[in-house]
């Protein structure tokens, strides 16, 4: 079982660009929740998806934007990319159908510099 | 406001003792408590997790404990090693979906 991967490893962008960032749930997870990571910061929920919807948004603006294949795989856009959005962005599943497993299992993250 | 907060940045202590962290959180009424632990660089691992209705649960050398009415969940690692050197972050659901918030983390740092 690989567990969550996510890609890329890390990314370099400047100001104003725009990002995608993948994830692929551990097999048999259909929810992808996000979030971002801020040096020295707790991680921050940024949205959940479920059924290929978006289910539960955090408080980001909309610049962040995010998609679930029917595969259950997800990825997490951010346009015009502002300095502050530098952090470790992290991709986390469960399996919604199965209650009894509230822990998140999270990938190992995409490290996105801001210049 | 809704806040989390986690006991000092960063607790030393010496190999074998037990370390004891704290998280105390304000204007939430969740349903369970869960503890996770991050090495540089690398994404949470999940540890424990506690219900409401549960006091305290064990894990090999670990120990988390639950008072809803005090709002404050304590971590404790018996026999603490220098492999237990990490950053742990308490993280509280908000509702049926699974939705985390976490806590700042506390750095924990065993020295032999």
């Known amino acids: 079982d690989a567990g969550v991967t996510q890609s890329p490893t890390h990314l370099i962008k400047t100001r104003g660009q725009q990002v995608t960032l993948r994830c692929s749930p551990k097999?048999?997870?259909?929810?992808v929740s996000w979030y971002q990571q801020a040096l020295g910061q707790g991680p921050q929920f940024i949205f959940q998806?479920?059924?290929?919807?978006?289910?539960q948004r955090g408080n980001f603006p909309d610049r962040f934007s995010g998609h679930q294949y029917p595969n259950y795989s997800s990825e997490l856009n951010v346009n015009a990319l502002l300095l502050g959005d530098s952090a470790l962005y992290l991709c986390?599943?469960?399996?919604?159908?199965?209650?009894?497993?509230?822990?998140?299992?999270f990938g190992p993250g995409t490290r996105l510099t801001v210049l | 406001s809704q806040k989390i907060e986690q006991n000092s940045e960063a607790l030393n202590i010496q190999e074998g003792k037990t370390a004891t962290l704290t998280c105390n959180y304000t204007n939430y009424s969740p349903a369970y408590l869960q503890w996770y632990r991050q090495d540089p660089g690398r994404g949470p691992v999940f540890l424990l997790l506690?219900?409401?209705?549960?006091k305290e649960k064990r894990k090999e050398r670990l120990k988390v404990t639950f008072d809803t009415t005090l709002k404050q969940s304590l971590f404790h690692i018996t026999a603490s090693q220098p492999a237990d050197s990490a950053t742990y972050l308490c993280a509280l659901d908000v509702g049926d979906t699974d939705k985390l918030i976490f806590g700042t983390g506390t750095r924990l740092q065993v020295f032999p």
């Open positions: 097999s048999g997870h259909d929810t």
């Open positions: 506690i219900r409401e209705n549960e």
């Open positions: 986390a599943s469960n399996p919604t159908r199965d209650r009894s497993y509230n822990e998140q299992f």
């Open positions: 998806y479920y059924e290929e919807e978006e289910r």
